[in-house]
C-alpha cells in the first residue's frame, strides 16, 4: 500500500482524535516509521530537534536529526540528520543562536551502535553509557565543539531560555546528578546530591528553576539495587517522581507523589504547571499518559487518552503548540512517532476541587446529620446544607423559589413482615437547581443524599443495628460530592454548554426511588426537552483494579463508545446495558431518557454502620467525576440523543422479595457467576457455610449469572423454604442447603 503523508495544513486527526483530549487540537502527525522521540522546539518555534531510530533512513540506532516545521507536507524524506550516523546519540537541543544543537553521543569512543540492555527479572532497564559526550553540531551536521570529555555518562542536556546556561546529567560525582554549565562549557556546579537517578531536567521559561525526574531508593535492598546496577551502567526507572528546584539546588521540592513511573516533565509556559509523563495509573500492562499538574502537586490532570505510550512533551516557545510523542496511529509494531497539537489551555475551573468534595463527604457523612434519613431532621439539615452550595454558585431554582422540592410517601416499617403492616407518613426533600444555557436539550445530572440514619426503616445489613449512625459516606454522600462538583464545574467554567442541566440530588432513595420518581414525573412535565440523565450513586470506594460499573450504556446508541473513549487511564470498566437498576436513574430510564449510573461498586461496609469517610478514595472519587465530566461534554455537543428500550428483563433489579439471604454481592458483572463481597453473621448464608469470595452459580432451579438473577431467584422464594445453592470456591463447586428467612 502507497504511504500517504500528512499536510501541515490539512488536519484530518482532528476529526478522528479522541474526544476528551480536549486539550489538543488539530493534532497532526510529523514523522512516519521507526522510533521516534525526544522531540523539542528551535528558538523560534520554526524547527524540531529529535532523535530517530529508522532502518529506512539508514539510523540503525538513535541519531539526531531536524525537521522544519515550515514544511506543507511531511515525510521520512522531512529529516535532515545532524549527527555523524556513529555510535549512538540522545537528547538534543537547540543552542540559543537556532543555529547549533547540542547533544549526546557515543561515537568518541566508537562507531558501532552499543546494544540495548536486555530486561532483567522482569524489570525494563535504562543504559547510562559512560561512553556519552556532550557535542555542539551546526545544522548541517558538522560537529563544531565537544563540550565534556570526562570518564562515565554525561547526557541529557538542555539549554536555558536566556541561552545563558546548560544543564545535564553526569555521573562524574559517582551518582546520577544534575549538573548545569556556562554556554559555553565553563563553571561547572553540582545541582542535586541525592541518591539516585536526576535526569530529564528542563529550565522554567524564566530560566530560574529546573524540573526534573528521580528516583530515591530508600530501603536497603533498593539502594544496593540500584547501586548494583549502576555500576553495569544501567538504571531501572520504574520508581520516579517529579521535583522541582532553584538552578543552584535550592529550594528541592518533591511534586508528585503517585509512584510508579513520572518522568519527562517540561514546566507549562506560566511556570505555575508541569506536564510530564506517567504511568502510575496502570494496574497491568504498558501504559503511559501526559499529565497535568500544578507546581505545588495540587490538580492533577490527565491530559492524553489515545495509546499506550505518550512522552516526551514540549511547549513550544510561545505557548501555542506541544509536541509530544507517541505510538497512536501505527504501522508496525514498536513503532513511535511524533506528534504536534495546538494546545488549548485548561479552563482553572475544570479541575475538580478535593478539597471541596472531601468537605461535601465529610459534613454530609458526619455524626451530626446521623445517617439523613429521609423525612428526618438531619436530613432537613443536610438539605439546607446543598441549598447553601447551590446558592454560592448563583443556580436558579428549578421549581419556586426554593431549591428544595417537597415530597409525601408512606413507608412501611417491616416491609418483609407480613404479618406487622404499620406504615409511617414521611414528608421528605428533593433538593434541585438549574443551570439555563438557553440550549434546546436538558441534561439530568443526579444522587441521592438520604442514607439509613439510625436504622429506623430497618435497611441495615447489620443485624440488631438500630440506634447505630449509618453514615453513608459513600452511600451516596461521594454521589453527592460529584453532582456539587460538576454544578461548580459546568456554571462556574468559561464555557456554554450546549445543554441545560438540572442537577439534581434526591431523598427517598434508600425507601424505594421515591424522590427520583417524583422529579421524574415533574422534569418530564415541565422540561419535556430533558434527554438524559447521569446518575452517581456509590463513586467512593474505588478498588485496587480501578473497576468501575457503568450502568445504562445500551440506553442510546452512542453511549459505549462514549464511555470507552473517555474511561479513565487504568481503569476497568464494565457497561451493564440495563436501563434499570436499584438506584434513582431507573426512574428516569421509565420516562424514556437515556441515562448512565456511575457505581464503584459494592463492599464489607454497605448499608452498615461503617460506611465512614474514613475509607472513601478520594483519588477515585477525583477521577469518576472527571470521568462524568467528560462524558457531559461529549453528551452536549451530541445532536441528537436517541433513546433506546433495553431488554425486558432488565427491569428486574428491585423484585419483590420475602426473604433474605445475608450475602452482599458484587454488582460487578463476571462471566462465572454472582461474587459475593461480604457474608451477614447468623444469616443464612453464613449458616450453611457460604464465604466472602464465594461465586453462586444456581439457586434451585435458576442459574446466577449476575446479581439480577440472584434477585429474581429470592423473588421465587418464601420463608422458610430449604433450597439448594451452588457456589465455587477457589475453582471447586459446591452445594449446600440454606434456609431462607
Not at 545541582?191 to 526534573?212: A, C, E, I, Q
Not at 501526559?290 to 490527565?302: E, S, T
Not at 497539537?341 to 485548561?346: H, K, L, N, T
Request: glycine fraction near 8%; charged fraction near 25%; hydrophobic fraction near 35%.
Amino acid at each position: 500500500m502507497q504511504k500517504v503523508y500528512m499536510s501541515w495544513a490539512i488536519v484530518l486527526l482532528s476529526l478522528t482524535a479522541f474526544s476528551q483530549e480536549t486539550h489538543l487540537k488539530n493534532i497532526t502527525k510529523l514523522t512516519f516509521g521507526g522510533d521516534n522521540a525526544e522531540a523539542y522546539f528551535s528558538p523560534n518555534g520554526s524547527m524540531l530537534t529529535l532523535q530517530v531510530t529508522n532502518k529506512e533512513l539508514g539510523a540503525i540506532c538513535d541519531q539526531i536529526y531536524t525537521l522544519n516545521l515550515n514544511e506543507k507536507t511531511y515525510s521520512p524524506q522531512s529529516l535532515k540528520r545532524i549527527s555523524n550516523g556513529k555510535g549512538r546519540t540522545t537528547c538534543s537541543y537547540f543552542m540559543p543562536d537556532g543555529q547549533h544543537i547540542i547533544f549526546a553521543s557515543t561515537h568518541g569512543s566508537q562507531n558501532e551502535c552499543p546494544p540495548p540492555p536486555k530486561p532483567r527479572d522482569g524489570k525494563y532497564l535504562w543504559a547510562i553509557y559512560p561512553e556519552f559526550d556532550l557535542y555542539i553540531a551546526d545544522l548541517n551536521g558538522n560537529i563544531v565543539k565537544q563540550l565534556t570529555n570526562s570518564p562515565g555518562y554525561d547526557a541529557e542536556a538542555v539549554v536555558s531560555p536566556d541561552g545563558k546556561k546548560i544543564a545535564f546529567t553526569s555521573t562524574r560525582s559517582g551518582d546520577l546528578e544534575l549538573w548545569t554549565m556556562d554556554i559555553d562549557g565553563s563553571n561547572l556546579k553540582q545541582v542535586t546530591f541525592g541518591l539516585g537517578y536526576d535526569g530529564g531536567s528542563f529550565f522554567s521559561h524564566d530560566s530560574k528553576k529546573l524540573v526534573f525526574r528521580a528516583s530515591r531508593p530508600k530501603t536497603e535492598e533498593a539502594i544496593a539495587e540500584y547501586k548494583s546496577l549502576l555500576q553495569e551502567n544501567v538504571v531501572a526507572p520504574t520508581e520516579m517522581e517529579i521535583y522541582t528546584c532553584n538552578v543552584d539546588g535550592s529550594d528541592l521540592k518533591q511534586i508528585t507523589h503517585l509512584g510508579k513511573a513520572n518522568w519527562a516533565p517540561f514546566f507549562h509556559p506560566s511556570d505555575q504547571k508541569i506536564i510530564f509523563s506517567s504511568n502510575h495509573h496502570a494496574t497491568r500492562g504498558y501504559d503511559f499518559q501526559l499529565y497535568m499538574i500544578d507546581v505545588n502537586g495540587a490538580h492533577l490532570k490527565q491530559i492524553t487518552f489515545e495509546s499506550e505510550f505518550n512522552a516526551f512533551p514540549m511547549f513550544s516557545p510561545d505557548g501555542k503548540k506541544l509536541v509530544f510523542s507517541s505510538n497512536r496511529q501505527q504501522q508496525a509494531a514498536r513503532e513511535t512517532n511524533v506528534f504536534i497539537a495546538d494546545w488549548v489551555d485548561i479552563d482553572p475551573a475544570e479541575y475538580v476541587d478535593e478539597v471541596a468534595a472531601k468537605k461535601h463527604i465529610s459534613y454530609l457523612a458526619s455524626d451530626e446529620l446521623k445517617g439523613r434519613l429521609a423525612g428526618s431532621k438531619e436530613e432537613q439539615k443536610a438539605a439546607k446544607y446543598l441549598n447553601d452550595e447551590f446558592k454560592k454558585l448563583g443556580l436558579k431554582s428549578y421549581q419556586g423559589k426554593s431549591y428544595s422540592i417537597p415530597f409525601e410517601y408512606k413507608y412501611k416499617l417491616n416491609p418483609k413482615d407480613s404479618l406487622n403492616q404499620q406504615e409511617v407518613s414521611i414528608k421528605a426533600n428533593n433538593v434541585v437547581a438549574f443551570l439555563d444555557n438557553k440550549a434546546a436539550k436538558t441534561i439530568v445530572i443526579g444522587a441521592h443524599y438520604d442514607h439509613l440514619g439510625v436504622n429506623e426503616h430497618g435497611n441495615s445489613t447489620k443485624m440488631n443495628s438500630k440506634g447505630e449512625i449509618h453514615n453513608g459516606a459513600d452511600d451516596n454522600a461521594s454521589g453527592v460530592a460529584g453532582v456539587l462538583e460538576l454544578a461548580r464545574m459546568l456554571s462556574q467554567n468559561k464555557s456554554t454548554e450546549k445543554a441545560n442541566y438540572i442537577f439534581a440530588l434526591f431523598s427517598g432513595e434508600e425507601d424505594g426511588l421515591i424522590g427520583s420518581k417524583a422529579l421524574a414525573e415533574i422534569i418530564k412535565t415541565q422540561s419535556p426537552n430533558t434527554v438524559a440523565m447521569i446518575n452517581m450513586d456509590m463513586i467512593g470506594r474505588l478498588n485496587d483494579s480501578k473497576d468501575l460499573v457503568v450502568g445504562g450504556t445500551g440506553t442510546c446508541p452512542e453511549f459505549p463508545k462514549m464511555i470507552e473513549r473517555n474511561k479513565p487511564a487504568g481503569f476497568h470498566v464494565t457497561q451493564d446495558e440495563s436501563g434499570t437498576g436499584p438506584t434513582d436513574h431507573t426512574s428516569f430510564y421509565l420516562k424514556d431518557m437515556a441515562v448512565l449510573n456511575f457505581f464503584t461498586g459494592t463492599h464489607n461496609d454497605y448499608h452498615k454502620p461503617t460506611d465512614d469517610e474514613d475509607k472513601i478514595n478520594y483519588y477515585g472519587v477525583k477521577n469518576v467525576i472527571e470521568y462524568v465530566a467528560r462524558c457531559v461534554h461529549d453528551l452536549s455537543n451530541l445532536e441528537k440523543i436517541e433513546f433506546t428500550k433495553t431488554k425486558a428483563n432488565a427491569g428486574k433489579t428491585r423484585p419483590k422479595y420475602k426473604v433474605t439471604m445475608g450475602i452482599m454481592p458484587d454488582y460487578t458483572e463476571h462471566p462465572d457467576g454472582l461474587h459475593v463481597d461480604g457474608v451477614t453473621d447468623n444469616r443464612p448464608a453464613q449458616k450453611a457455610g457460604i464465604q466472602e469470595g464465594d461465586v453462586i452459580t444456581k439457586i434451585g432451579t435458576l442459574v446466577i449469572k449476575d446479581v439480577y438473577g440472584y434477585m429474581e431467584a429470592l423473588a421465587k422464594i418464601n420463608p422458610g423454604d430449604e433450597v439448594e445453592v451452588v457456589y465455587t470456591r477457589n475453582g471447586a463447586a459446591q452445594t449446600v442447603k440454606v434456609k431462607f428467612e
